[in-house]
């Protein structure tokens, strides 16, 4: 049973939209704050500066330094995050509900007033490397990472951490640069959700952010990707597998059917892929599909990890379980979806950090948020019938593919 919601916003004179879902039944409360600092901003030889830049900013900020920081957020019990995205650098912490406000207050500090320590610049970029070279040895991500920027092309395919080289050559000047130009209050997004008083959040918020000036937005160029197929040769007696197709992005009115038919195909031990690539055949430890989205395009995103003599195989077989889609679902299929997806909403009802994440996440690719009962209704409304009329409209097609392991495998789908 869903609750009844009341999503409250304001946006601020200077472009920072706050939003607040008040959740009177719990004791925690949960803030994401996004900062429009993602690494689709990062110079192509700077690669990785919002990741640079997220690190440096916790270095110490206001009166305090780098382990004040540390210990005043442990104190409260917070619950920190930090994290870059390609249009986001973003904060978030949950907490018990007294606790929130002044968490906000030091998170004003890490956005307003970072020290960005000189003395600790070349340890931060030491950080950021390590994650560069744990990237390099995550070969399932190294994969996925090439399979998107062949799907989204630059910058909307990279990733955040960038690579050695361009790490590598990131100046301290550079990070007050992207800090003064990017962290900034237009477009900014603060969600909150939990136990709050609705006023004294819109105050407290206005007194931290209200006189903070917006700057104006670089623009970006875009360039296409590289090509649909890829293979990256590694030694290994695994094979990585990537497939990408183009779908609607989550703004679009069909998101749901799309969601419907990927959801059949993947979600949970009866989905298709779960049933006939590693059941039925055991051709795979692991594999999965899932819709992955932008503000301006959407995709649905595969990944199988096997043996080297069973991978060619696996691919046939995703491949065929794709062009199956095409055919149709069934009642039952549909039927066990909904059951999951309806038991995940009451999971999120229960959440604080999840309500305050999803709701960003709402702002930023829809201009508004939607309810748990909005979505339930939506995923009520799904039947055999819309969903095989979208599939008709929008078969799996144009797929990209990359494969990293030792052979290059035959991935001529639908090439003349």
Same mark, same amino acid.
């Given at each position: 049973m869903l609750v009844e919601q009341s999503i409250l916003t304001h946006r601020f004179p200077n472009g920072l939209t706050l939003l607040v879902e008040p959740m009177e039944w719990l004791e925690s409360a949960a803030f994401a704050l996004l900062l429009p600092a993602g690494c689709a901003h990062d110079p192509l030889d700077r690669w990785g500066l919002g990741s640079m830049t997220c690190e440096m900013v916790q270095r110490g900020c206001g009166e305090r330094d780098s382990r004040q920081f540390v210990n005043d957020l442990e104190n409260l019990g917070v619950d920190h995050s930090?994290?870059?995205?390609?249009?986001? +650098?973003?904060? /978030? !912490?949950?907490?018990?509900?007294? %606790?929130?406000?002044?968490?906000?207050?030091?998170?004003? @500090?890490?956005?307003? *007033?970072?020290?960005?320590?000189?003395?600790?610049?070349?340890?931060? %970029? #030491?950080?950021? =490397?390590?994650?560069?070279?744990?990237l390099?040895?995550?070969?399932?991500q190294r994969m996925m990472q090439e399979l998107r920027r062949r799907r989204y092309g630059d910058p909307y395919g990279r990733s955040s951490q960038g690579s050695e080289e361009s790490v590598s050559a990131i +100046?301290?000047? @550079?990070? %007050?640069?992207?800090?003064? #130009?990017?962290? %900034?209050?237009?477009?900014?997004?603060?969600?909150?959700? !939990?136990?709050? @008083?609705? @006023?004294? =959040? *819109?105050?407290?918020?206005?007194? =931290?952010f209200g006189d903070w000036p917006p700057q104006t937005l670089g623009q970006i160029t875009t360039t296409p990707g590289a090509g649909p197929r890829c293979h990256i040769p590694h030694e290994s007696s695994q094979t990585h597998l990537g497939i990408a197709y183009p779908s609607v992005p989550y703004s679009h009115p069909d998101y749901y059917q799309a969601r419907g038919a990927v959801g059949v195909l993947s979600d949970g031990m009866s989905s298709r892929l779960f049933t006939e690539v590693r059941e039925k055949r055991g051709l795979v430890y692991t594999v999965s599909a899932s819709c992955h989205s932008l503000r301006h395009t959407g995709s649905v995103?595969?990944?199988? /990890?096997? $043996?080297?003599?069973?991978? #060619?195989? $696996?691919?046939?077989?995703?491949?065929a379980e794709l062009e199956r889609l095409t055919q149709g679902i069934e009642a039952g299929e549909l039927s066990r979806l909904k059951a999951r997806i309806k038991s995940s909403l009451i999971f999120q009802q229960e959440s604080s950090p999840s309500r305050a994440g999803t709701m960003a996440a709402d702002w930023y690719h829809l201009g508004r948020v939607k309810t748990l009962e909005e979505v339930s209704t939506a995923i009520d409304a799904l +039947?055999?019938?819309?969903?095989?009329?979208?599939?008709?409209?929008?078969?799996? *097609?144009?797929?990209?593919?990359?494969?990293? /392991?030792?052979?290059?495998?035959?991935?001529?789908? /639908?090439?003349?």
């Open positions: 930090a994290s870059v995205s390609n249009a986001h +650098t973003s904060f /978030g !912490g949950a907490m018990p509900h007294e %606790q929130l406000y002044e968490a906000l207050t030091i998170h004003a @500090d890490l956005v307003r *007033r970072p020290h960005l320590p000189a003395d600790q610049f070349e340890d931060a %970029q #030491q950080v950021c =490397l390590q994650e560069v070279y744990a390099e040895d995550d070969l399932a +100046t301290l000047e @550079d990070v %007050q640069q992207h800090f003064a #130009q990017y962290y %900034q209050p237009q477009n900014a997004i603060l969600s909150v959700a !939990g136990k709050v @008083d609705w @006023d004294r =959040l *819109r105050e407290h918020v206005e007194q =931290l995103l595969c990944y199988a /990890g096997t $043996t080297t003599d069973r991978a #060619q195989e $696996t691919l046939d077989v995703i491949i +039947t055999v019938e819309s969903i095989n009329y979208y599939l008709a409209q929008h078969p799996p *097609r144009d797929y990209t593919i990359v494969t990293l /392991g030792e052979q290059e495998l035959n991935t001529a789908y /639908g090439v003349s």
